[in-house]
Structures are given as structure tokens and as C-alpha cells.
Nanobody, 116 residues
Framework: QVQLVESGGGLVQPGGSLRLSCAASGFIFRGYVMRWYRQVPGKERELVATISSGSGTTTYADSVRGRFTIARDNTKDTVYLQMNSLKPEDTAVYYC?????????WGQGTQVTVSS
């Protein structure tokens, strides 16, 4: 059974940092591209960062490039999102995800709130 479990969210002041984790199980993690998305109520889910399965090539949304870093540890079946220089507009629920065939799988999400 495929499972994605995010953790690491919380309340942080502007300029602060958080590291999100997504623990995967039920599939061959190292073989899949992994993505982080975020969503604010009333808005569409936004793709934040992507990491490839092989070389670990990364891509980022313009809004987070230079501040966020996606990484993966295939020995732990875990993908991370290091978030630095956080801004109030980064406040959202963050989800990890991957496409398995025709199905996109999602975790339950973790809330990140950036506020003073």
C-alpha cells in the first residue's frame, strides 16, 4: 500500500527556516520523481519543487528558487524540503507527491505558517 507521510511543519517567524520530511512506503521510492506542492485555501495547488529519480536533478518554482532546497535519501525512502528565508506568503499546507502510472499519490500534508 502506497503511503506518503509528511512532517516538520509548524509556526515560524519571517526569515526563519523549516525542514519538511516525507517518508514513503509501499513502492520503490528510488525509481520515482518526487515533488513538493503547496496549497492555500481558495487557491490551486502550486508545484514548489521536483527532484528526479536518478541523478537527483532539481527544479523549483520561481517563487522559492534560491530559498528552498529539495533533496532525497533513497536509503531512507524520504524526500526533504529545506525552507530558508521564509516569508508570510510561504504559508500553506505542503504536500509531497509522485506519479505512479496514471495515478498521482499524495500525502496528508503538513501546515507551514510564517508569521510574527
Amino acid at each position: 500500500q502506497v503511503q506518503l507521510v509528511e512532517s516538520g511543519g509548524g509556526l515560524v517567524q519571517p526569515g526563519g527556516s523549516l525542514r519538511l520530511s516525507c517518508a514513503a512506503s509501499g513502492f520503490i521510492f528510488r525509481g520515482y520523481v518526487m515533488r513538493w506542492y503547496r496549497q492555500v485555501p481558495g487557491k490551486e495547488r502550486e508545484l514548489v519543487a521536483t527532484i528526479s529519480s536518478g541523478s537527483g536533478t532539481t527544479t523549483y518554482a520561481d517563487s522559492v528558487r534560491g530559498r528552498f532546497t529539495i533533496a532525497r535519501d533513497n536509503t531512507k525512502d524520504t524526500v526533504y524540503l529545506q525552507m530558508n528565508s521564509l516569508k508570510p506568503e510561504d504559508t500553506a499546507v505542503y504536500y509531497c507527491s509522485f506519479w505512479g502510472g496514471q495515478t498521482q499519490y499524495w500525502g496528508q500534508g503538513t501546515q507551514v505558517t510564517v508569521s510574527s
